[in-house]
């Protein structure tokens, strides 16, 4: 491909990837964990049963580390849009920009508005007030998701839109056809359920180990463990095969207005009927051929047309220069679907457990479910990657290509910026993954305490409202 050359472009291109990658993972946290406390809380004052409190009060205080490192991660992105991508940021800037700043004025505000009241008002409003402040910060995440994916969505199938001849910029035309463009729906659906399952693999991992631990000490899980881990697995018992439905139709719709990615992703060079699926192989970019296939005979026309003798697209029927690389995204999309099986298998296997009484039992299920904590996770970076490489060579598709995005950066530039955001990142991030890893490892207790404005939460507090904080006495100046 004509940009596989060009030095600074690909360190422009994995900078963002990187500083993203890093970034898309908390905020996925954020809204399965807001939308799991807001159900906590309901439960809580509807039932009046204490261990809902107590695994409020418990998940809060993950809750308080996780949108900050979201906050602080997504305030960089920004900053690279004018640094190393100011050409895209002038051509689409006018349909994006709109888009993003939506995303600040309904869901950033209703957040901000209310978060304040969620992690430090339990005991200073009434009951009533701070479940709808929890509510609105869950609300707040899912609107913030909304727009986000609207905007990506727009640049992977572009509608709604003219273009200026003396400018080449995009000229809103249509607003509706551009906020709800062909793939948004199905794209909103499928991050939506990915955050909620990566979250629930989360919560029943940290369950699964606190009950292993007390198994172990000969000591029965107290019931804020056992409570937790149940509410998790009946989530991925439920979720996961929905999200393996929606994977579909969002396959579908790939196949309909993307159909390059789709012969990438399956590793596909000639289209053919009657196709079969490749289970492995190794696509060549030069010889065009995938190398090493095994091949399950007609299952590629079923799974992706839903038909035996349905049409399946080749790279080889698309220009070399608008192929997307199909070595990266035809593992990563395997890798995606093989943890989005395990996910469901780890569900339906949970309900046969629950089923014969064996649920808070089983050690073996237990291991098993506390070594697929980043599962969730690990699957959303595979997905991300799958339908952000598989745009390539195209920032909007079909209509500007990545190289024709990027800053004029020195590639010495652009080398420090990459050096220097790793090294902060590994520092900052790894120090609050840090930081969780220690808060999950201590078990809910029955009568958990209330969250104190403790020092990671005043940290935050001070982001969205600066000041400094007395060392002597640890509150805001």
């Not at 949108?67 to 051509?91: A, D, H, P, R």
């Not at 995303?103 to 009434?126: C, D, H, I, P, Q």
């Not at 910029?169 to 659906?189: E, G, H, K, T, Y």
């Not at 790894?430 to 009568?447: D, K, N, T």
Request: proline share 6%.
């Amino acid at each position: 491909m004509q940009y596989a050359h060009d030095p600074a472009l690909l360190l422009a291109r994995f900078q963002f990837a990187f500083t993203v990658g890093v970034h898309i993972i908390f905020p996925a946290f954020s809204i399965g964990l807001a939308a799991y406390l807001a159900v906590l809380e309901g439960l809580w004052l509807r039932t009046g049963r204490s261990v809902f409190l107590d695994l409020y009060r418990y998940w809060i205080k993950v809750f308080s580390i996780v949108f900050g490192m979201g906050v602080v991660s997504g305030l960089v992105m920004s900053y690279e849009f004018g640094t190393n991508w100011s050409i895209f940021s002038k051509k689409a800037g006018p349909i994006t920009g709109v888009l993003l700043s939506y995303e600040v004025m309904t869901a950033f505000f209703l957040e901000a508005g209310f978060l304040g009241v969620m992690l430090f008002g339990m005991n200073r409003v009434g009951r009533g007030l701070h479940f709808a402040a929890t509510c609105c910060v869950s609300v707040g995440t899912l609107i913030s998701m909304t727009w986000i994916l609207s905007s990506n969505s727009w640049m992977q199938t572009p509608r709604g839109y003219t273009i200026d001849p003396a400018t080449g910029r995009f000229m809103p035309a249509d607003w509706l056809a551009i906020i709800f463009n062909p793939s948004f729906p199905f794209r909103l659906v499928h991050m939506g359920l990915a955050a909620f399952l990566s979250v629930a693999f989360i919560v029943g991992a940290t369950g699964a180990w606190h009950m292993l631990k007390a198994r172990k000490a000969g000591k029965i899980s107290s019931e804020p463990v056992r409570v937790m881990f149940s509410m998790a697995m009946w989530m991925a018992a439920i979720v996961a095969p929905l999200q393996i439905l929606a994977g579909d139709a969002h396959g579908l719709n790939t196949l309909k207005y993307q159909p390059v990615k789709i012969a990438a992703m399956e590793g596909d060079w000639v289209s053919e009927d009657h196709a079969p699926e490749l289970l492995f192989g190794i696509p060549n970019m030069k010889t065009e051929h995938t190398d090493y296939a095994v091949k399950l005979p007609l299952a590629g026309s079923l799974i992706l047309t839903h038909s035996l003798n349905g049409k399946v697209p080749g790279m080889k029927d698309f220009p070399r220069d608008q192929r997307p690389p199909s070595p990266v995204i035809f593992f990563s999309f395997r890798i995606m679907v093989a943890l989005g099986m395990l996910m469901m298998l780890v569900g339906l296997w949970s309900l046969w457990l629950r089923r014969n009484s064996t649920l808070f039992t089983n050690p073996l299920f237990h291991r098993v479910a506390l070594c697929m904590a980043p599962a969730g996770f690990l699957a959303l970076l595979c997905g991300w990657i799958t339908t952000e490489v598989g745009r390539q060579p195209w920032t909007v598709y079909g209509l500007l290509r990545t190289s024709d995005s990027v800053s004029p950066v020195a590639l010495s530039s652009m080398a420090f910026s990459m050096t220097a955001f790793v090294v902060v990142y590994v520092l900052v991030f790894g120090s609050g993954l840090g930081i969780l890893v220690r808060m999950l490892g201590r078990a809910p207790q029955e009568g958990e305490h209330d969250t104190p404005p403790s020092h990671a939460t005043e940290i935050l507090a001070t982001r969205m409202h600066p000041g400094v904080i007395d060392p002597s006495t640890g509150k805001g100046a």
